[in-house]
């Protein structure tokens, strides 16, 4: 059963207006959240590059080689 309400036109306008200033801000913040996740990635790219690159061979850490070398 469909019910039917009298609105005057501005109500009608700010319901409108209203919808869409909410479906505005959840574009954005979809938007916002997508280049959040992006950047993250990025930085794990470049942190996982940064794992893969070969290290040098030192066995001893640098405080004991600077001892060895007096």
């Given at each position: 059963?469909?019910?039917r ?15 869409l ?16 996740a ?19 061979h030192?066995t001893?850490?640098l ?8």
């Amino acid at each position: 059963m469909k019910y039917r309400i009298p609105v005057e036109e501005r109500h009608f306008i700010q319901m409108a207006q209203a919808a869409l200033k909410i479906s505005l801000r959840k574009i954005f913040k979809y938007e916002e959240l997508a280049d959040k996740a992006s950047k993250y990635e990025e930085l794990l790219k470049k942190n996982n590059k940064r794992r893969t690159l070969p290290k040098a061979h030192t066995t001893k850490p640098l405080l004991l080689q600077s001892i060895w070398l007096r």
